[in-house]
């Protein structure tokens, strides 16, 4: 099996212990990776502090940096075939999805290196005798724990714009699936930064994470992941007051109104809960639908599911792929039958096929808004549905959790969809096509998904702070 290797300060550095890493499709141990302890992210730390320190990111001209930016986005985009074919491994998902996030992740750079030269500040006029001004300087150190289901795409969403900016960054890789990230830093170590600039660590989350976030050189922490790891990173962040960006999954919900297209619900339907066997923060978990329509997209929604084909992702034709671990499927397997003890009704799938690897029956429930599987994240292939009988009724039952990540609308009337779009309680509100956004649009939630937004123009500024100077003038 291939051994890979954490990287700080500069160098490609080994460990004395290993971390096997499974293949979800069948089960079975397909690499190893040096597993970081607390004194390795001691010295990544300090390699990024050196870096800062010495002015070798915050000194030079904006302009440097937009180089180093596009050269790691070429860099990316020529490792996108290889990594495809790592993520795919380790991660379970569809070849073709694997390199999509490389080629994404090569798009962050690109995108973010347009605005490296822009974050310009601003004069304030205070009257005579006064000269006021802004200036943007970055945190520092940004510690950034990456999750498991897009690795590689999430990861440079946060390390693009905070080295845009200026901050030398050191990443906690997931345990799960943290060899394809390793491709994604020598790209980006290979375009030019200064070393120090990026560390990656693939470390176990309860020390390597815990002593990261802790850290007293721990300028800013970006986080995606669960509840309640984010709810102790952010206990440990108020130690020291840092800064934080904190996206924390989700429970959305779709709202399909009378004159809804059927083809267009049950294509977003199909990925905005099956792509990635519905390992994403973002999925349609929940579909509301009017009661006039409910028996027929109903209907449609099941013959989908059941039509989907069950595979490996290094199989073309496989339409939904395993959960990234067998930890997962089992999370995700005990929480149906929890929802079925409850009186949850199963209208297909609910039950792991036979085979060696991790799957999971593409899901459909009809639940109550009360069940827990309505209010709870289950991060897996699993639609739960209700009908509805008017807009009031839909907009109660798709606020009624924690959760605000993201939701949609479907639906002709105009007045209507954005009527009942606006008042839903997200981040981000998808209307006649899930997934509608790119990375040119901000991202983020509210309640229990989080705070501050990555994506888009407005995730720049989580990774700079303002400073103000005020001049009082002789004359």
Known sequence: ME???NYIAGRWCDAPKALTVD?????????????????DADRAMRAARACISGGALTDVRPAERVGWMLAAARAIREVADEGARIGCMENGKRLQDARDEFIEAARYFEY???????????????????????????HGVSVQVVPWNF???????????????????????????PLAMTLLVRAVADAGFPAGSVQLLCGEGST???????????DQIVFTGSVATGQAI???????????????????????????????????????????????????????????????????????????????GDDPRSELTPLASRRQQQQVLSMIDAALAEGATRLTGGYAPDSEGYYVAPTVLEAAPEMAIAREEVFGPVLVMMPYSTPEQAVAIANGTEFGLVAGVFGQDLDATLGVARRLRAGQVFINEWFAGGIETPFGGIGLSGF????????????VQTCNFALRLRQ
């Open 208 to 218: 390597v994470g815990a002593h990261l976030v802790a850290h007293p050189e721990t």
């Open 234 to 312: 952010l206990r440990a962040a108020a130690g020291r007051a840092t800064p934080s960006v904190m996206e924390l999954g989700g429970k959305s919900a779709a709202v399909v109104l009378p004159d809804a297209d059927l083809a267009t619900v049950i294509d977003s339907v199909r990925g905005g809960i099956f792509f990635n066997a519905g390992q994403v923060c973002s999925a349609m978990s929940r579909l509301l639908v009017h009661a006039t329509r409910y028996n027929e997209v109903k209907q449609a929604v099941v013959a989908m599911a059941e039509a989907l084909v069950v595979g490996s």
């Open 23 to 39: 293949n979800p499709a069948d089960g079975r141990p397909c690499a190893t990776i040096a597993l970081a302890d607390t004194d």
């Open 151 to 177: 690795p590689v795409s999430i990861c440079a969403r946060s390390l693009a714009p905070a080295l845009a900016a200026g901050n030398a960054v050191v990443i906690k890789s997931p345990e799960i699936s």
């Open 452 to 463: 501050g937004r990555e994506k888009g123009q407005e995730a720049i500024y989580s990774y």
């Open 112 to 138: 973010y290196a347009g605005m490296a030269d822009k974050l310009e500040g601003t004069a304030i006029p205070l009257g005579k005798n006064y000269l006021d001004f802004t200036e943007y300087r970055p």
């Open 3 to 5: 051994h890979y290797l």
